[in-house]
């Protein structure tokens, strides 16, 4: 049972964070909503970093939180918690030292690792260019490391299969071109750190044997010093993806990594709301959102807290708004309320609760999922994962139509948003399940923020407290949850599966 001192330690730091924005905000819900998020997003949570003291911290308040309204914990042995065993892989900056030639290439800002357990720790080796890295464009690369346009649309090679053809080709590293092309989603410098986490006894991952590494294209001249190619013309020619020219480089790659491997441990926090209908009850609707956040990392302007304000803590928040709303009172179905672990690390949590979940299996119908939400600006228009899938996106439909906002299916499959977040894995595990974008028309001010909040916020420091946000908007979208929670919670039927969607499981 949670302490009352925990408790009460929990309702103080409501208190202590409340202040800063509270005035702004019209509405009871919305503010007690943003108290929340202050909470769990403060600088004393210190990002919320999967396996940290401070995603600990966070995680005690949260169950706290859910006692304290009304929920029952769903997790281990009785408990709140899913405990996850994983494995941490980082590079070490301080031992690591990547060049070209004699020019060094900056770890972070330059250049980012992918770690693996079995990759080369020390190179040297020939530079050799191969286009996007089709299997045909290859040839003898063999002890050499390949430098790869990484296209990220549909049409030519993804990053898997550059991987895979690289390998089989007998090259012991790939260097991946950020395309600055794939300007929806480009990435941004510097990223926060160079690190894998994955459960304990997991499989090692593709390419696990290749020195795989990120080049911001900014570094690329150096690349290219004396090959008598042009930075420019190369990057319009990918960006566009035309055929590019395969040539060997003239200056050596050069590498001496040093890793840091230690265990960690980091757990899901699981509430449950029983159902009421004695015909229903022993049904579960995951209601979900991620816990973590990315922590401390690479400073940006001299700020290195990664807060993840809106990635993903406002979201759990409002899981712990409908909670306190409901007050212990349940639904026809029975609802567990997820706040998941590891998302940030490849859906960890998720994946680890779909597989082991702390309820039957075959009793779990439907999966909400709360992340990729961006209120900074109107709700009128909403992207829907798995829209037309199963009976849920009926659901979200006439729920989204009542409450004014208008629903679309993805415009930009090239991102993979489908698969980037905690829905995915109960997709993939034939459980309906959806997901949630605040949408945008083309060349509008709403566009606009919503590009520039991936240039400035995503996976940055900035993604915090003090970011604008549509109050507005963000109680429109907290409304439709609730009315749609009710609306699947309480249905006569569970949500279904359509026989013509392309996730189905088993579909031929």
Known sequence: MISKWLVLGAALATIAASAPRSSEIGDADTRAWWQATEALSGDAMEGRDTGSPGYDRAARLLAARFAAAGLRPAGEKGGWYQQLKLVNLTVDARATRIQIGAA???????????????????????????GYCGGEALGDVRGKVVLCYGWRRAG??????????????GAIGIVTIADPGFTIEPMQWPVAYARTVAPVGAPAPAADRLFAATLNPAALPRLLAGSGHNVG???????????????????????????????????NVLGMLPGTDPMLRNQYVVLSAHLDGYGRGEPVKGDGLYNGTLDDAAYVALLQRLAERRQGKGYRRSVIFAAFTGEEKGLLGATEFVAHPTVPRDALVANINLDQLRPIF???LMTVHALDDTTL??????????DGITVQHDP????????????????????????????????????????LWYQTGYHKPKDDL????????????????????????????????????????GRK
């Not at 060094?104 to 191969?130: C, E, K, Y």
């Not at 566009?240 to 060997?248: I, R, S, T």
């Not at 996106?393 to 009542?402: I, K, L, P, S, W």
């Not at 499959?413 to 309906?432: S, V």
């Open 412 to 451: 930009e499959p090239e991102r993979n948003l489908l698969r980037r977040a905690d829905h995915w894995p109960f997709l993939a595990a034939g459980i309906p399940a959806t997901g949630f974008v605040f949408g945008y028309r083309a060349g509008t001010d709403s566009e606009r923020r919503y590009r």
């Open 104 to 130: 060094p290439l900056r770890l972070l800002h330059d250049i980012t690792l992918r770690p693996s357990p079995n990759m080369p720790r020390a190179l040297n080796a020939p530079l050799a260019f191969r």
């Open 393 to 402: 996106g009926d659901a979200v439909r006439v729920t989204a139509g009542a």
């Open 466 to 505: 003090d970011q604008p946000i549509d109050w507005t908007a963000a109680a429109k979208f907290n409304g439709f949850f609730y009315n749609l929670v009710a609306r699947v919670a309480d249905a006569d039927r569970p949500p279904e599966w359509k026989a013509d969607s392309t996730l189905r499981p």
């Open 233 to 267: 013309a190369l990057i319009r020619t990918g960006s566009a993806g035309a055929p590019l020219a395969n040539f060997d480089l003239p200056l050596p790659f050069a590498a001496k990594v040093g890793l840091r491997r230690r265990l960690i441990t980091s757990a």
């Open 378 to 380: 109107p709700l009128e």
């Open 156 to 169: 030519l090679t993804s990053a898997a299969e550059r991987y895979t053809a690289v390998e089989a080709a």
